[in-house]
């Protein structure tokens, strides 16, 4: 489709051309940057690099996707760990977020996909972040019984519309309003993320928090 491509060369434009810019004006020869100048284009750099690196991955499993259905490569998968792991990569990214992990003790390991699941993980940790504009704490919460897991990741952000709960998951689906429209995106991630957790059997959901912000909740069965 023409709006694809259209979608997508402007996500790939966007970053690329920030970083060479900034690139560019940091190493002229001729100009003498300052140190707040100089780490400020650097962030920009890294943010944008960062930018690219999420949605090439979310591309190539997209097409991979289609190309092939979901096949899922099933190993012993440690949730707590792999929880951890993503808000190191992430908490590098911000200081105006808080990201930390709630997990119960003898929380199970299950049979899934590391490589989709850290995905999933990344996606919606990269969304918390990305529409909670002010900051805050985004917390990845775990539970179990003894059928699934649960996964929660929760953050303070904008919210969601209440009748877009559900639509939000269709690939390219991204909400339309003065809010988000700061933020980029292909509206891939939460398509993925849909898409890898019914695979493992499980099911993925939106709700609206109380207090504010969005609650991403996920389940997986057990089978371990
Ligand atoms: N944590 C969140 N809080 C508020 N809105 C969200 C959140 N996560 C996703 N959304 C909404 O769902 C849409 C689809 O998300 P996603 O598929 O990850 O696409 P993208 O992040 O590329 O826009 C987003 O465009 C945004 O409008
Ligand atoms: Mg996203």
């Not at 990344?122 to 699934?148: F, T």
């Not at 995106?185 to 499980?202: D, E, Q, Y």
């Amino acid at each position: 489709k023409s709006t694809f491509i259209s979608v997508i060369s402007h996500e790939l434009k966007t970053p690329v051309a920030l970083i060479k810019g900034y690139a560019d004006a940091l190493s002229r020869e001729d100009a003498n940057w300052d140190r707040d100048t100089i780490q400020n284009g650097l962030a920009v750099i890294e943010e944008e690099a960062d930018r690219l690196a999420e949605l090439i991955e979310n591309l190539l499993a997209a097409s991979k996707l289609q190309a092939e259905g979901m096949r899922l490569n099933l190993d012993d998968v440690y949730l707590p760990r792999l929880a951890e792991q993503a808000i190191d990569r992430f908490q590098t990214q911000t200081d105006r977020h808080q990201l930390v992990a709630h997990f119960p003790p003898a929380f199970p390991v299950i049979q899934g996909d590391v490589v989709r699941l850290r995905q999933v993980l990344d996606n919606l940790l990269s969304n918390a972040i990305k529409y909670s504009p002010d900051g805050g704490e985004i917390v990845i919460r775990g539970s179990y019984d003894d059928q699934s897991v649960q996964i929660t990741v929760s953050d303070p952000g904008i919210g969601l519309p209440p009748d877009q709960l559900e639509r939000v998951f269709e690939r390219f689906y991204r909400i339309n309003n003065r809010q988000t429209q700061k933020a980029q995106g292909t509206g891939l991630g939460l398509f993925l993320a849909h898409a890898v957790v019914n695979a493992h059997g499980g099911q993925i959901r939106a709700t609206n928090n109380q207090e504010g912000g969005a609650t991403f909740s996920f389940t997986l069965p057990r089978r371990e």
